[in-house]
């Protein structure tokens, strides 16, 4: 696998993670209709605190292994259904769910330390703490092949310049009382992308066999 490939699936296998509305998406709305953009960089500062020190965690427990025909056939197994539950998912939600959160003004954000709230919903938050044990998993086993501890870190940077970008803009639309939810192009979006999970699921699982 090549940077380009390695970059480009990174970033559609994030989207999955970024996109999808949880404790720290709704913290970022209710902090962002107060402080605007500056809420969404310290959210995504606090995600980053406990994100890289568990990617950092997965690559170096998987560095003396990663190239064990067990550990990948496991890995690339689990991670590959993953990313097709994930994706079977994000589309059924897409189709029936109706996105009524409304992004405004009223009332007070919460009063509490945004980057200990973005630590403790982060650290606590399972579908997280899921999503790097089996899709992100499978992406730290793709970028040690690449280039080892420096494939990793590369992995990393093209994985949370999206969650910067994602959570900012949703504090900066919260401020300014715009929703993303309830938006043809919001659920279109979700679809695209879960499209692609699906893709790379089954990439995961046909690689892992091979």
């Known amino acids: ?26 913290a970022t709305i209710a902090h962002g209709s107060k402080s605007g ?12 605190i ?3 020190s568990l990617v950092m965690a997965l ?3 998987l560095i003396t292994v990663a190239n064990e025909p067990p550990i ?23 189709f029936f769910s109706k996105f009524n959160v409304q992004q405004d003004k009223r009332g007070d954000a919460p009063s509490k330390n945004p980057l200990m709230l973005g630590l403790i919903f982060t650290g606590l ?18 970028a040690l092949a690449f280039a080892s501890i420096a494939g990793v ?20 639309l919260a401020k300014k009382g715009t ?3 309830g938006t043809r192009g919001y659920k279109a979006l979700m679809i695209i992308f879960s499209g692609a999970l699906i893709y790379y699921g089954l990439y995961f699982l046909f690689t892992s066999i091979l």
């Not at 953009?37 to 980053?48: N, V």
Request: no cysteine; glycine share 10%; proline share 3%.
């Open 125 to 142: 938050n399972p579908y997280f703490i899921i999503w790097w044990l089996t899709l992100g998993t499978s992406l730290i086993l793709e």
């Open 179 to 181: 929703s993303v939810f």
């Open 153 to 172: 870190i590369i992995m990393y940077i093209a994985h949370v310049w999206m969650d910067y970008a994602w959570l900012t803009s949703i504090a900066y």
């Open 37 to 48: 953009a500056k809420s969404g960089l310290i959210f995504s500062l606090a995600h980053t």
């Open 1 to 26: 696998m090549d940077l380009l490939t390695l970059v480009a699936m990174v970033m559609v296998v994030t989207a999955s993670g970024a996109l999808a509305p949880g404790p720290l998406f709704f």
């Open 59 to 61: 690559a170096l427990g």
């Open 50 to 52: 406990v994100e890289f």
């Open 72 to 94: 990948k056939l496991i890995i690339g197994g689990v991670g590959g259904a993953a990313l097709l539950i994930f994706g079977a998912l994000q589309i059924r939600d897409s």
